[in-house]
């Protein structure tokens, strides 16, 4: 059987690299309290590396209970290394101004971590509804809208989640809810029935891709989508209760050097209707502004997650989270409802925003 060194070379190196990291920051930990075992510390660090591979590897061809477990424990060892680390660094730091007791420091290392990520996955299983007023220009009837983003189903996201995000859907007042991309997570293949959960809506939802929608192959998600009864909006318009509705995918991210000229055709966006994009990314709301769109809505940030890639992604992108207006014209970045990586939250919510649309008085 021939090798696929392009697969097999890649795997090596996160297996590495993974290994490496979990050495680096148990030593620095563990290093302030005993004597460490240099050798057994690294052999366990690549052991639970190559678990973590071999789990991811088989959950991108099929999901299984017990390597959903070893990814979502993988995840959580990635989180409490950057914790660790961090605090590590901050205990060296204090430690060259003043001595602090080694039971201080234990009960640190015990309590500080444990409890932020206790709160955190809480945080992120708990769903968010979170209200804004929007006042649009020509607005024929006002209107009650929900928004959300970022599900990622896959290893760790399964139906428990959609199936809450249904039952806080129809417990909202609204006519229609608009997913603005990220559906798939990307690390399992999607299945017809992945999304069945969603069919139980008591009101449309209309689905445009993001980034991630693209990796278990788009045409599987969108399978999918359709199979629960999600309108799928893609490159293309709809009409709703008179809102011009577009779906788009415009991303400098994914291809740099994209501009908004050369990647989709906005000719059918006329300027005297009133306007609402799906674009996954809170890219281009200028270019979007200036042909006349009244309401840009993304996701893609998660805003931040947690602590400290808010600070980190906030150098990245303009509009990180939240509700910006300029011009009469609003730009949404929703924290989104799932999670990336590990289930942790940690300055961010798990949102389903509720948008009323009002007629702007002059």
Sequence with gaps: ???NLKFIIPEIFQTIFFAIILFFVAYISLNLFINVNV???FSIAMLLSIIDTISSACEKRKTRRITRYLSEFSRFLLWFSLMYLILSA???LILLIVKIPIVYLAIIYLTIIPLISL???IKANKIKIKEHDLFIKNLKEEIN???FSDVHIGSINRKRLLKNIVNKINSIDAEIAILSGDLADGTTPIEIDDFSPLADSKMPIIFTPGNHDYYPGLENVFKAAKNANLK????GKMEFKGLSIYGFFVSSALKPGVTIENSNDFSMIKSDEVNIVINHFPIFWEEFKDMGVDIQLSGHTHGGQFYPIRFLLKSTFKYLRGVFKEDDSYLIVSDGVGTWQAPIRWG???EILL???KRKVE
Excluded at 232 to 235: A, G, K, P, R
């Design 232 to 235: 799928v909006l893609f490159n």
């Design 355 to 357: 948008l009323r649309l």
């Design 348 to 350: 961010t919510d798990s």
């Design 90 to 92: 901050a205990i060296y």
């Design 119 to 121: 709160y955190g996955y």
């Design 1 to 3: 059987m021939k090798v």
């Design 145 to 147: 809208i929900i928004h």
């Design 39 to 41: 050798y057994l510390l």
